[in-house]
């Protein structure tokens, strides 16, 4: 995947998250205080670090602190 792109979806996803859990603190209305909610807020979680590992993941031979001498 290109890298473009990937943090492109990466801040997207956070954005989502960060959204979904705005709106639940806010309102979400429908989703009362049982398991629903539970699971909401989890998977606004999962979105802003699955988000966060898409914008910052680097491979292993993109280290920055590692020169060319240094790989095995």
Known sequence: ???????????????????LAIWLVIGAPHLGMGLGKVVAHLVAWG?????GGLTFWQSKGDASGETAGDRT
Do not use: E, P, T, Y
């Open 47 to 51: 979105a802003v670090f699955a988000g």
């Open 1 to 19: 995947m290109n890298k473009g792109l990937q943090r492109s979806a990466g801040l997207v996803l956070i954005a989502a998250g960060i959204a």
